[in-house]
């Protein structure tokens, strides 16, 4: 089994958001997949248990950091291939935990400079991590000054960019029905974004 972590000590930065739409793709693809939900808060539990019976199976699991282990062998015995970890804002404990089980971390992030600020302060105990780390923008307007200074600003970060998700309704219209983005009924922008991230996930976890 393959573990994705979402890291991000900010709260808003689209986590949850990022992780349910991924977590869907994987399983829309055929992959078995897993969101294990390490938020108190449970907005991926909230997914999970609204998502549509006729859609590809989620596993939800909802755990913490002393349980994580554990329930990762759990769903290792049940045959899921690709676990997608949701942490939590402001728990160091719960961010060292997944980093430590992941064999890939993505961290979103909102375009700002006090956001990217923010997440550079926790790029040093990543990298310590040994995994391999990919950035992704979050709630961004495309074709914008500001994003293009936060593009430059990950640029001088040595991390790929591995995609950016736009502004858009779609993502908050799947979340509530519980499905991901790719499920809504037509192929749109924001479809793209979430297979740029996937590719990036598949291919980095292929060469571990």
């Known amino acids: 089994m393959r573990v994705l972590a979402l890291a991000n000590r900010k709260g808003g930065c689209g986590k949850t958001t990022l992780s349910t739409a991924v977590a869907s793709a994987f399983a829309a693809g055929g992959v078995p997949a897993a969101l294990v939900d390490l938020d108190p808060q449970g907005s991926a539990t909230a997914w999970a248990e609204c998502r549509p019976a006729d859609r590809p199976k989620v596993r939800l699991i909802r755990s913490r950091p002393a349980s994580l282990a554990d329930d990762l062998r759990r769903l290792t015995s049940e045959g899921i291939v690709m676990a997608v970890l949701d942490t939590p804002p402001h728990s160091d404990a719960a961010l060292a935990g997944a980093v430590a089980v992941a064999d890939a971390v993505l961290c979103p992030s909102l375009p700002s400079a006090f956001d990217l600020l923010a997440l550079a302060s926790i790029l040093p105990t990543l990298r310590q991590s040994g995994r391999p780390i990919g950035i992704v923008l979050t709630s961004v307007t495309h074709g914008t000054v ?35 983005p790719m499920e809504m009924g037509r192929r749109h922008e924001a479809v793209a974004e979430v297979e ?13």
């Open 146 to 180: 500001g994003l293009r200074d936060a593009e430059t600003a990950i640029g001088s970060m040595d991390l790929p960019l591995v995609g950016s998700m736009g502004r858009r309704m779609v993502y908050q219209y799947a979340a509530a029905k519980g499905l991901g």
């Open 196 to 208: 740029a991230v996937c590719r990036w996930v598949m291919s980095t976890l292929e060469g571990r």
